[in-house]
């Protein structure tokens, strides 16, 4: 399968416990996406990342959570201290990072974070 | 800021029938790209059309087409001889031209069903 993967496809958590999620994107893909979609809404962009380099992070974005992508190949979204309205879909999307054209972004199946 | 308004939250087709999902938004950009997202239940979202804001002609996929009036700023979607699977929530996005901040700006979606 050559798409975008992540994991865990779920995730169940109690409140205050850490937990981190991975984004494998398609290969050769230059720029890396995270979004998080709670039920009934369309996906909130969260951060991006170009190659290893972090360009963006949404104010949704707090200080619990933050994101990496070292050597620009995969990526990691960890929350700290993780809090009941955490619970959502977590999205990952990679593009191609084309100068030209729409540079269309493909999604993985998402992570699904439940926190009791 | 962009932003990108779904104002019916779900609609019903008869199998074979059209049926067109509306989109608005709000922008200040004259340049950018504009996307309908199909998001099937528990699977990942996948691009069912693109339109860049500069072409005039809609943009045409098989079965699926946009009517787009930059001036109005509307953007939906025409789905033809609607089939079973084509039943799944359905987003407008936005986004801005490819080299600026490129991230997704989402509608609250719609949810179509499709009555056999």
């Known amino acids: 399968d050559t798409g975008v993967s992540q994991n865990p496809r779920h995730k169940i958590t109690k409140r205050g416990q850490n937990v981190t999620f991975r984004c494998d994107p398609i290969?050769?893909?230059?720029?890396l996406y995270w979004y998080r979609q709670t039920l009934g809404q369309g996906p909130e962009f969260l951060t991006y990342f170009q190659n290893e380099a972090q360009l963006e992070k949404s104010r949704l974005l707090s200080d619990r959570f933050s994101a990496e992508r070292p050597k620009g190949s995969f990526s990691t979204l960890e929350i700290q201290r993780t809090e009941q309205g955490d619970s959502a879909m977590y999205l990952c999307?990679?593009?191609?990072?084309?100068?030209?054209?729409?540079?269309?972004?493909?999604f993985g199946p998402g992570t699904r974070l439940t926190v009791l | 800021a962009q932003t990108v308004t779904q104002s019916q939250p779900e609609m019903s087709v008869q199998e074979a029938e059209t049926v067109t999902l509306s989109c608005t938004y709000d922008t200040s950009e004259s340049d950018y790209y504009l996307f309908w997202y199909k998001q099937p239940p528990s699977r990942q979202m996948i691009l069912v059309i693109r339109q860049e804001a500069y072409k005039q002609q809609n943009a045409t996929e098989n079965r699926f087409s946009v009517n787009f009036q930059k001036a109005a700023k509307s953007f939906s979607l025409k789905i033809s001889d609607s089939q079973l699977g084509d039943a799944a929530m359905y987003f407008c996005a936005y986004r801005s031209p490819t080299g600026a901040n490129s991230k997704l700006t989402f509608g609250k979606g719609i949810t179509l069903s499709v009555r056999p």
């Open positions: 999307a990679s593009s191609p990072g084309r100068l030209a054209g729409s540079d269309e972004q493909f």
């Open positions: 290969s050769e893909h230059n720029r």
